[in-house]
């Protein structure tokens, strides 16, 4: 059976969101370096910004990847803005863990961009964790290409 992208519930993103806040906030204090408290302050502030009205927020693509009656992993868009009025931005992509290694999160991206070619959307970015190797090498595959870049060293403070 082949992947297929449905329109994500309400029922649906409620159950995701702590598995998604807990992530980034292990995320954002292994990577910057953040407190626990503030990391998790500071994910669901922004979530909350970014999906003021959950699945029903306008503007953005929150899809359910799925194979056959089986979730296999979702992905979440925002379709440009007046501040990116030409590129639509991945914010999570996720393939659950007992459906990994199946390029699942690669035909989901695929299907993501078909239909923002729908929508005339002419440009898609992501932002992804230097350390994240595997998915570094999916977004490469599929033709990202680094457009700006970070870098972060760790000082010890005196003392």
């Known amino acids: 059976m082949e992947l297929t992208l449905t329109p994500m519930t309400a029922p649906e993103l409620a159950r995701l969101l702590g598995a998604l806040e807990q992530g980034y906030a292990e995320d954002l204090v292994a990577h910057r370096g953040m407190t626990p408290e503030a990391a998790r302050e500071r994910t669901v502030a922004q979530i909350g910004e970014l999906l003021p009205a959950g699945a029903d927020t306008e503007g953005v693509l929150l899809r359910m990847g799925r194979v056959g009656d089986t979730e296999v992993g979702w992905i979440w868009v925002t379709l440009p803005t007046a501040a990116a009025p ?29 239909e923002l070619a729908q929508l005339g959307v002419p440009e898609l970015g992501l932002n992804v964790f230097g350390t994240n190797t595997v998915a570094l090498g999916l977004y490469r595959s599929l033709g990202f290409e680094v457009t700006s870049q970070q870098m972060a060293k760790r000082v010890t403070p005196a003392g």
């Open 86 to 114: 030409n590129q639509a931005w991945i914010h999570n992509i996720e393939v659950h863990e007992e459906h990994r290694g199946r390029g699942y999160a690669r035909r989901m991206i695929q299907l993501i961009e078909a």
